[in-house]
């Protein structure tokens, strides 16, 4: 696999090196390409000793008259990091006034964007829209780490360590998820997935909308990654990966139960399912009548059910860990954080259900939210949003 790692001018651009040995310790070929500002904080000397030579800064000085365009094609993927706001800015407009810019412009491979910059840029309206319409169009934003930065200020604009980024990468890449390496060989996963269903009497009920595509994308790249894997399933009209042991379950407190007895065997547990936050208090047996049970029918009193992922992330034991899922309308990520300190989780899958058809869909844009860090996918297809969750699970 050739990566062809874009350098901009940042004081972060000495972690273009690690990167690029990242990437070559996994495997890939890598060629680098610099603009100017790129070469006053690391010699292009330095990167073409990397790469065998393979470093380029100039459209014009070099002996291949369109190296843009060569560049592009020999390519499986594009990452620049770090990437300024200048460089976010000119590829999200179609800006192509230097090698790199010219290259992203040609490239048909996918692009990744680790943007870093002071905490204030970052957070910019410019800034932030431009990442916005890159996204649109299907770039993958590798949100930068909050932290101390070069320029004194603390926030968000750090580079995240070139291992994740390379990480991040080849998960997203095709067949090259860490998923097909067998990283959770040996792990024991639970997945509760679907919607619960909340009897009101023996025909009608109180239901979330899940199609449990989801937890189907999970349950199957978990066991690709090597994992064996339970799943405590709602109704579904999907079928679960014939590798999965699938425990079918009605209510809320059907799927507690089943959750608790598998969790207490396996390592990690990642609650997918839309539970009913709320049940009847009383299921009627047979059919309420309308007219005769007029009362009944008009006013249901509802009860909490029991919040399961809370349940599995206060009692997990220390080499358990336990991821949950965020549905929001609007907000999500800071939806997201709060849910992590309440329900105990490690990490939250957070998606913004106001401004995408989800619910059936079968793609997902999300953002992975842990205490440190959050990272943002572009919209994907499920499985592939489902293979960078296991990636990231799978480093721990
Ligand atoms: N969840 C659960 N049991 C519940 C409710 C939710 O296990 N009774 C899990 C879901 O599987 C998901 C996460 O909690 O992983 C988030 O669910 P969500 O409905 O977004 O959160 P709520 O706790 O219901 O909070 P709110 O409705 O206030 O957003």
Known sequence: MNILVGVTGCIAAYKACELIRSFQKAGCDVSVVMTQAATRFVGVETFRALTQGQAKVSLFDDADPIPHISLAEQADAMVIAPCTADVCAKVACGIADDLLTSTVLACTC??????????????????????????SRGVHVIAPDAGYLACGEVGAGKLPAPERISRAVLACLDGRSEASEQALAGKRILVTSGPTVEPIDDVRFISNRSSGKMGAAIAAAALDAGASVTVVSGPVSIAYDARAEVVSVQTAREMRDAACTAFSNADIAICVAAVADYRPERAHAGKLKKGADDDALSCIRMVPNPDILSELGHAKRPDQMVVGFAAEAGEAEAHARE????????????????????????????????????????????????RALIALIAKG
């Open 110 to 135: 996918p692009l990744f964007i680790a943007p870093a910059m002071n905490v204030h840029m970052y957070e910019n309206a410019a800034t932030q829209a431009n990442l916005e319409v890159l996204r």
């Open 339 to 386: 849910k992590l300190a309440r329900k105990g989780a490690d990490l939250i899958v957070a998606n913004d259900v106001s401004a995408q058809d989800v619910f059936g869909s079968d793609e997902d844009e999300v953002s992975f939210v842990s205490e440190h860090a959050i990272t943002r996918l572009a919209r994907m297809p499920k499985p592939e949003v489902a």
